[in-house]
């Protein structure tokens, strides 16, 4: 699978971003999915995961509130909606995926695909 995420910009604090992370190659419908993010000089951090179906996500206490994970998986693609924007939240955001497991890991070592991340600013 490849992933393609897209979406990112320079915000001001509080305001909206909406992410997507757009899949190709075949359906992801059978993955577990992911968002995280790395700012500059740390390490990838967990953001958001979601099961096949949608029926369990899974966020990092840093984001949850404020963020929602989601997924079509008719279209492919799946998403991060991003509300009360905070300086410390600009970092690259990248989605990956893991097929096979109904676990959803905060590891980033877990995950077997990874698309080419987006940048995200939010200035203060």
């Known amino acids: 699978v490849q992933l393609q995420a897209s979406g990112g910009g320079l915000v001001q604090a509080g305001d909206s971003l909406r992410l997507s992370c757009a899949a190709s190659g075949r359906t992801f419908s059978s993955d577990v999915m992911s968002w995280f993010r790395q700012a500059p000089g740390q390490e990838r951090e967990f953001v958001a995961a979601?099961?096949?179906?949608?029926?369990?996500?899974y966020y990092a206490d840093s984001v949850k509130g404020r963020f929602t994970i989601s997924r079509d998986n008719v279209k492919n693609t799946m998403y991060l909606q991003m509300n009360s924007l905070k300086p410390e939240d600009t970092a690259v955001y990248y989605c990956?995926?893991?097929?096979?497991?109904?676990?959803?890991?905060?590891?980033?070592?877990?995950?077997?695909?990874w698309g080419q991340g987006t940048l995200v600013t939010v200035s203060s």
């Open positions: 990956a995926g893991r097929p096979a497991t109904s676990t959803l890991y905060a590891n980033p070592s877990r995950y077997d695909y």
């Open positions: 979601i099961t096949q179906n949608a029926n369990i996500l």
